[in-house]
């Protein structure tokens, strides 16, 4: 395979035959293992590699692409490929001259500086004839042809025909493929969708500062008798914007057809006409830009600037969309009311912190998956072509960062997708906590060294603030780096130098600003926040019936290197004490997971001076286990609330001599790229027992159905007819024989309720609810509330006694009128995203399931007791 070399994209295009290149290889293969001379080149050789199960050519650096496309797509593509522009007189020449990769086509109305007038679109067979005997030039070269309509849906039938000449086409909107495909005495291969996309080096917010930005801008044409609809969408969002220095970009300003022009009272707003680079320059000099959709109804229908805006680092506000939603989830405000598009226009413009987690949010979305060569890719593999792939540009990570501890640095990174393999720390581990990260760190695949000289001046990504950045921090910086050949400079909002993504020395520098200015938590949920221990247990044995909130603990002490045993018992008290004698025999500590029987077995077997640690969670204390152990015997028992620590204390089950500690529940790092939260719909999740108070949900959605019918209840957990056991209880039977009675008398709420039942991925199921919701009358964490906000979801709940300790007042609400309150201003002000952001940020690094396994060798270690 090394040998396959330039001409094999030539050998690739003149035959076309995967069968022969099959068996070719299987030669070479076979050759390869039998040490026998390998069958004759075929051509000079190219670089093939497996995409998607098939064999794909690989071009190597840009790809060359003969275009017929407008300005804007031109500008865009040129960063990415080397495109040669054919007029209908000189394309034979340039197909002679070059060697082109791929013919691409878009429905252009004036294609090529207006060399194609009339010539893409289906006018006659005359004006397409040029256009025809490219395509079949192409083809006898073996040369791949695509076409692109970006005017689907409104102008498919201008360009359909059209479409039909070549072998692959590309919709704006999905639903047209079936029509594609339908088309007959047609040349088409595949069809697929692709949407519009920015291009970095076009579309940035480089070297401008936000606080030197003005304020809302709107740049298109008023189309008032042919969308009338779509002019009523910019109605309500001019008249919102008006007060907040609202400028129009009128592209229409020279042409004098009153069907075009604005309503009088935005006169004064108006402004002339722009070219496009002067357009993409308005971009940077916004902070936000206002957006309608001709197109409201397409999943992938919508258009350039909503990519292209926030690549440019400004805020975009919308109307409705179901494209725009698709892309970027509740993320870009959203306004379907003149009620909404004042209150979030006032919102943004009051609130810089959440205008500035909105860009930053949206930007960091169209970078990872929404630019030119995303789409190119995805072009060249329907011709079996790929781009080839670059080295890893960030393959070393540089913490210049002396102010921070190399314990916060390294839980830094554990929160983060390591995407390099090298990460050069300002000093080596000091302490047994920080030898333990970095032994951590080391087993996830990252080499670890402490001294920076001679990596300084390789392509790198070098970090001088590392608190600066939130918990996707090290993708964002990635993320820039990959989109980018310049060296890019993060600084603050007052211009702190926070990291560098460095390129090659000769790179252009560039200064980006952080738009996010990470606020940290006030309020602290563990008691433990130094880890000072200096002995480890080589061991530690871990036992009880329920362990599924702590293995994703126990994997990271495995990571840290501490040997861990465990000990399943069957339920509270029954199991195998030979077993469990043999797995006490190897353990130099034990960790009783709940305060059940396991903790009244082990006390009374383990020898004196081992560490006894119990994690107590809620159902212990109603229960005598802990009670009837030999508490002489536990050297630590955390808690994940701290009312229950006190509580406990307070009732007598625990002795005032044990030590005792908070340590919360832990938040799993998850992929919150992949939210499309409905900000509509209310997530509740476990409606038995009764505690859980699903009556007071059902008060709550009738509350907000009066203010929005769009309001809906979505239930998760098992239906109490599933409970064998609530048959036998009659108080639990009587509150859901209400629950039904109430439901069967008001069909309407009824509508409005979804039971979900048992769900296999509950992650999926908070990425898609806009607010998640606790009506219980106690708890003891309820990780709902805190794995609600880390995939997009707002968490609100009725206070019960000891949540202030764990949550504050993002969550906190005194009763269901004044949580239906909050919900549905949030959504006005399309500020719900936002608000699971807030939320996030107190929860995220203390809820770090690194950070409490520090805490608990702690704890077991005999330190941080708060007793």
């Given at each position: 395979?090394?040998?396959l070399?330039?001409?094999?994209l030539d050998?690739?295009k003149e035959?076309?035959?995967?069968?022969k290149l099959?068996?070719y290889?299987n030669?070479?293969?076979?050759?390869?293992?039998?040490g026998?001379?390998p069958?004759?080149l075929l051509?000079?050789?190219?670089?093939?590699?497996?995409?998607?199960?098939?064999?794909?050519t690989?071009?190597?650096?840009k790809?060359n692409?003969?275009?017929i496309?407008?300005?804007?797509?031109t500008?865009?593509?040129s960063?990415d490929a080397?495109?040669v522009?054919p007029t209908p007189?000189?394309?034979?020449g340039?197909l002679d001259?070059?060697?082109?990769d791929?013919l691409v086509?878009?429905?252009?109305?004036?294609?090529?500086?207006g060399?194609?007038?009339?010539?893409v679109?289906?006018?006659?067979e005359?004006?397409?004839?040029?256009l025809?005997?490219l395509?079949?030039a192409?083809?006898?070269?073996?040369?791949?042809?695509?076409f692109?309509?970006?005017?689907?849906p409104?102008?498919?039938?201008?360009?359909?025909?059209t479409?039909?000449l070549?072998?692959?086409?590309?919709?704006?909107?999905?639903g047209?493929i079936?029509r594609?495909?339908?088309?007959?005495h047609?040349?088409?291969?595949?069809?697929?969708?692709?949407?519009?996309a920015?291009?970095?080096?076009?579309?940035?917010?480089?070297?401008?500062?936000l606080?030197?930005?003005s304020?809302?801008?709107f740049a298109?044409?008023y189309y008032a008798g042919?969308?009338?609809?779509?002019c009523?969408?910019?109605d309500m969002?001019?008249?919102?914007a008006?007060?907040h220095?609202?400028?129009i970009y009128?592209?229409?300003?020279d042409?004098g057809?009153p069907?075009?022009?604005?309503p009088?009272?935005?006169t004064s707003?108006?402004?002339?006409?722009?070219?496009?680079?002067e357009?993409l320059?308005k971009?940077?000099?916004?902070?936000i830009f206002?957006n309608?959709?001709?197109v409201?109804d397409?999943?992938?229908m919508a258009?350039r600037?909503i990519?292209e805006?926030?690549?440019s680092?400004?805020?975009?506000?919308?109307?409705p969309?179901l494209?725009?939603?698709?892309v970027f989830?509740n993320?870009?405000?959203?306004?379907?009311?003149?009620?909404?598009?004042?209150?979030?226009?006032?919102?943004l413009?009051?609130?810089e912190?959440?205008?500035r987690?909105?860009?930053?949010?949206s930007?960091?979305i169209?970078?990872?998956?929404?630019?030119n060569?995303h789409r190119l890719q995805?072009?060249?593999?329907a011709?079996?072509?790929?781009?080839q792939?670059?080295s890893s540009?960030?393959?070393?990570v540089?913490v210049?960062d002396t102010?921070?501890?190399?314990?916060?640095?390294?839980?830094?990174?554990a929160?983060q997708?390591?995407e390099?393999?090298?990460l050069?720390?300002?000093?080596?581990?000091s302490?047994?906590a920080?030898?333990?990260?970095?032994n951590?760190?080391q087993n996830?695949g990252?080499?670890?060294?402490?001294?920076k000289?001679?990596v300084?001046?390789?392509t790198?990504i070098?970090?001088?603030?590392?608190?600066?950045?939130d918990?996707?921090g090290?993708?964002t910086l990635i993320?820039?780096?990959?989109?980018?050949?310049?060296t890019?400079h993060f600084?603050?909002?007052?211009?702190e130098?926070?990291a560098t993504c460095?390129?090659?020395a000769?790179?252009?520098?560039?200064?980006?600003e952080?738009f996010?200015?990470?606020?940290?938590?006030k309020?602290?949920i563990?008691t433990i926040s130094?880890?000072?221990?200096?002995?480890?247990?080589?061991?530690?044995l871990?036992?009880?019936?329920d362990?599924?909130?702590?293995?994703?603990?126990?994997e990271?002490?495995?990571e840290?290197?501490i040997?861990v045993?465990?000990d399943?018992w069957?339920?509270?008290?029954?199991?195998?004490?030979?077993?469990?004698r043999?797995?006490l025999?190897?353990a130099?500590a034990?960790?009783?997971e709940w305060?059940?029987?396991?903790?009244?077995?082990?006390?009374?077997v383990?020898d004196?001076g081992?560490?006894l640690?119990?994690r107590?969670?809620?159902q212990?204390?109603?229960?005598?286990y802990?009670n009837?152990?030999n508490?002489?015997?536990?050297?630590?028992?955390?808690?994940?609330?701290?009312?229950?620590?006190k509580n406990?204390?307070?009732?007598?089950?625990?002795?005032?001599?044990v030590?005792?500690?908070?340590?919360p529940?832990?938040l799993?790092r998850?992929?919150i790229s992949?939210?499309k939260n409905?900000?509509?719909?209310i997530g509740f999740?476990?409606?038995?027992p009764k505690?859980?108070?699903?009556?007071l949900?059902?008060?709550?959605?009738e509350?907000?159905h009066k203010?929005?019918?769009?309001?809906q209840l979505?239930?998760v957990?098992k239906?109490?007819d599933?409970?064998?056991?609530?048959?036998?209880?009659?108080?639990?039977?009587r509150?859901y024989?209400?629950i039904?009675s109430?439901l069967?008398?008001?069909p309407i709420?009824?509508s409005?309720i979804e039971?979900?039942?048992?769900?296999d991925?509950?992650s999926?199921f908070?990425?898609s609810?806009?607010?998640v919701?606790?009506t219980?009358?106690?708890?003891s964490?309820h990780?709902?509330l805190a794995d609600g906000?880390s995939l997009?979801?707002a968490a609100?709940?009725?206070?019960?006694?000891g949540?202030?300790?764990i949550y504050?007042?993002?969550?906190l609400n005194?009763d269901?009128?004044?949580?239906a309150?909050?919900?549905?201003e949030?959504?006005?002000?399309n500020q719900?995203?936002?608000h699971?952001h807030?939320?996030?940020?107190?929860l995220?690094?203390?809820?770090?399931?690194?950070?409490?396994?520090?805490s608990?060798?702690?704890?077991?270690?005999g330190g941080g007791s708060?007793?």
């Open positions: 395979m090394s040998r070399r330039d001409s094999g050998w690739v035959h076309r035959d995967w069968n099959a068996s290889l030669e070479v293969h076979n050759a390869m293992f039998t026998g001379e069958p004759e051509g000079t050789g190219q670089a093939l590699t497996i995409l998607n199960g098939k064999v794909s690989v071009i190597q650096g790809p692409l003969m275009v496309m407008d300005e804007f797509s500008t865009a593509l960063a080397n495109l522009r007189e000189n394309w034979q340039l001259e070059h060697r082109i791929m086509v878009e429905s252009a109305w004036e294609g090529n500086d060399a194609w007038h009339h010539k679109g289906w006018y006659s005359e004006e397409i004839a040029d025809k005997q395509v079949e192409c083809r006898d070269r073996n040369i791949p042809t695509v692109y309509n970006k005017e689907d409104v102008h498919f039938n201008r360009f359909s025909k479409s039909a070549f072998d692959h086409v590309f919709t704006t909107d999905e047209c079936t594609y495909e339908a088309l007959e047609s040349s088409i291969q595949s069809v697929d969708w692709i949407q519009f920015a291009q970095p080096d076009v579309h940035h917010p480089y070297d401008v500062m606080s030197g930005r304020d809302i801008a298109g044409t042919k969308y009338p609809e779509r009523e969408k910019m969002l001019f008249d919102a008006a007060n220095g609202l400028v009128d592209r229409q300003s042409g057809n069907q075009y022009v604005f009088d009272r935005f707003h108006v402004r002339n006409k722009l070219e496009y680079h357009m320059q971009h940077r000099e916004h902070r206002l309608v959709n001709s409201e397409s999943l992938t258009a600037r990519f805006i926030p690549a680092g400004a805020c975009l506000v919308s109307g969309g494209a725009v939603r698709e989830g993320t870009v405000p959203m306004v379907y009311s003149s009620e909404q598009a004042n209150a979030t226009l006032a919102a413009m009051a609130d912190a959440f205008l987690y909105t860009i930053q949010d930007r960091h169209v970078l990872k998956r929404h630019l060569n995805k072009m060249l593999n011709s079996s072509l790929t781009l792939r670059p540009v960030a393959d070393t540089i210049s102010s921070t501890s190399i314990r916060d640095i390294c839980l830094w990174f929160r997708e390591l390099f393999t090298h050069v720390l300002p000093s080596a581990p302490t047994k920080e030898e333990l990260l970095v951590l760190l996830r990252l080499s670890i060294s402490f001294d000289q001679g300084f001046d390789a790198c070098v970090i001088y603030n590392i608190l600066a950045f918990s996707p090290l993708e993320t820039e780096m990959n989109s980018t050949p310049h890019v600084r603050s909002q007052n211009g130098l926070l460095q390129q090659s000769s790179a252009n520098e560039v200064d980006l952080y996010v200015s990470l606020q940290v938590s309020m602290s563990s130094n880890h000072t221990f200096t002995d480890v247990p080589s061991t530690i871990i036992a009880g019936h362990l599924k909130f702590a293995m994703p603990i126990v990271v002490v495995k840290m290197g040997r045993l465990i399943k069957d339920n509270h008290n029954k199991f195998d004490a030979e077993k469990s043999e797995l025999a190897q130099n034990v960790w009783c305060a059940l029987g396991n903790v009244e077995w082990y006390s009374k383990v004196v081992t560490p640690f119990v107590y969670h809620l212990e204390r109603e229960l005598e802990l009837s152990a508490q002489e015997n536990i050297t630590h028992v955390s808690f994940v609330c701290d009312y229950y620590r406990s204390y307070n009732i007598g089950q625990l002795s005032q001599s030590p005792s500690s908070v340590i529940n832990l799993e998850k992929d992949k939210k409905d900000n509509f719909s999740v476990g409606m038995v505690r859980k108070r699903l009556d949900a059902l008060d709550l959605l509350i907000l203010k929005d019918p769009r309001y979505k239930i957990g239906h109490p599933e409970y064998a056991w609530i048959q036998n209880r009659k108080d639990e039977k509150y024989d209400s039904k109430r069967s008398q008001n709420l009824a409005k039971f979900l039942g048992f769900v991925d509950i999926e908070y990425s609810v806009g607010h919701i606790s219980s009358d106690f708890e964490f990780l709902t906000p997009g979801c609100h709940t009725l206070k019960w006694d949540s202030e300790t504050n007042d993002l969550w005194n269901v009128e004044l949580m309150k909050r919900i549905h949030l959504n006005l002000c719900t995203s936002y699971a807030q939320q996030l940020v107190h995220y690094s203390q809820m770090q399931t690194e950070r409490i396994a520090l608990i060798i702690e704890a077991i270690s708060n007793a």
